[in-house]
């Protein structure tokens, strides 16, 4: 193996931190779009949020799809299809007259766009470390809080200072600009550049290698991680999408609304590097325990907010909370199932969670547009943010598998 001055995890690394930051900011930034889309289409909250269910459905197929891919083709090639679609989807998407085609290329092609991404990165991200694999993890999933944090406000100010339709084609132009050439950095594993992982030395005994990606998937623990995703992202997913029409009911200004999802955003960033950290020394479980306990209270605390220093402070700590958890499910699925099969296992793991996403930003609009009001929204995502919480203590690794039985010789 040639020594080099500058390890290339580092590299990859940076490559993915930006990807996902202008991916799933810019998915995120749907929400600064809402009332804008609403004022000027004349169509629903609850039908644009139903856009936001059918692009989160369309991430979570495309997930499982691209983590199994990046385990056959590799991450690189996965990721740059995926750029190509992001951008071609908010470039047509800031072209439609109707609510179909704004099915079609926001709710369709933008994301199986931003579906190439998480998954194979992040099973990326744990091939070039063993060491500190909780940080690189965290690192690589940081970018949604980056992403949030630049991107709303960067929606906010273009649409006030044109409209929702230019805002939207600038944002697809930037997703080619920054995602395919960091795209191109991308390699699959340190032995594409004759490297070994960082720490592999110090590399723990994986889970027995007799499982399949096949029996990995009907596996308990595998539901267990995932049903948890899933009520952790149906939790949380409303109180995001909907935090800046939520405030912007409440009288704060359209910008402030739109920087208070910036700060959950930029706190996330710490939540996700934090519990990176804690992880690697106290185990992901128990970190992920504390992170949704912590996060289901703040959800209900929103229920008390009703000015912008309120949505500030909340903003804050949900921020570190909801982000925080979120690296801890790939550690979880990497524990228990080794390098072999994570792509796999965990594309399977973020399919179901993102359900959880599309239901949970759907419910939003659909509470508010029967009710009037999202007090049931955050009465019903704290109950559900409570359930994750049950089901994240019963979550066990998977012991091997037995041996098939041999028949009885036949005389």
């Not at 600038?170 to 340190?190: E, F, K, Q």
């Not at 710490?270 to 106290?282: E, I």
């Not at 903003?315 to 792509?343: C, S």
Request: positive net charge.
């Amino acid at each position: 193996m040639r020594p080099q001055k500058l390890f290339y995890g580092w590299v990859v690394l940076g490559a993915a931190f930006l990807i996902i930051t202008m991916a799933i900011g810019t998915l995120f930034a749907l929400g600064v779009f809402l009332k804008p889309i609403e004022e000027g289409m004349g169509w629903s909250r609850g039908a644009i949020s139903s856009v936001a269910l059918l692009n989160w459905l369309i991430v979570g197929l495309g997930s499982f799809v691209s983590g199994f891919l990046s385990d056959r083709v590799g991450t690189r090639t996965v990721v740059l299809v995926g750029g190509l679609l992001l951008g071609l989807g908010l470039v047509l998407g800031s072209q439609v007259s109707t609510l179909w085609q704004f099915y079609l290329t926001f709710g369709l092609l933008v994301g199986a766009g931003v579906s190439a991404f998480y998954v194979p990165l992040t099973a990326t991200a744990t091939k070039w470390f063993t060491a500190r694999r909780g940080l690189a993890v965290a690192i690589v999933s940081a970018g949604n809080g980056l992403g949030i944090l630049l991107l709303a406000p960067l929606s906010r100010f273009l649409i006030s200072a044109f409209d929702w339709r230019t805002a939207m084609l600038v944002l697809g132009d930037l997703a080619w600009l920054v995602v395919i050439p960091a795209g191109l950095l991308i390699r699959n594993s340190p032995q594409d550049m004759g490297a070994v992982a960082h720490g592999e030395a110090a590399a723990p005994a994986g889970p027995a290698p007799s499982h399949t990606a096949g029996s990995a998937l009907r596996s308990a623990p595998f539901w267990t991680i995932a049903l948890t995703h899933f009520a952790c992202c149906a939790a949380h997913s409303g109180p995001i999408f909907h935090m800046v029409a939520h405030a912007m009911d409440l009288g704060v200004a359209k910008m402030a609304a739109a920087t208070v999802l910036g700060v959950s955003g930029f706190s996330s960033i710490f939540g996700r590097l934090g519990t990176g950290l804690l992880a690697d020394r106290f185990g992901a479980k128990q970190t992920l325990v504390v992170g949704l306990s912590l996060q289901a209270l703040m959800i209900l605390l929103f229920l008390s907010a009703g000015d912008l220093a309120g949505f500030y402070g909340l903003a804050v700590v949900f921020g570190m909370a909801y982000g925080g958890v979120m690296p801890l499910y790939a550690l979880l699925t990497r524990e228990y199932f080794g390098e072999r099969l994570m792509g796999t296992a965990y594309g399977g793991v973020f399919f179901i969670s993102s359900i959880g996403m599309g239901v949970g930003s759907y419910a939003g609009g659909y509470i508010f547009d029967l009710l009037g009001s999202y007090r049931w929204l955050y009465l019903g995502s704290f109950t559900v943010g409570l359930a994750a919480v049950l089901l994240a203590l019963t979550s066990r690794r998977p012991g091997p598998l037995a041996a098939p039985a041999m028949a009885p010789a036949l005389h």
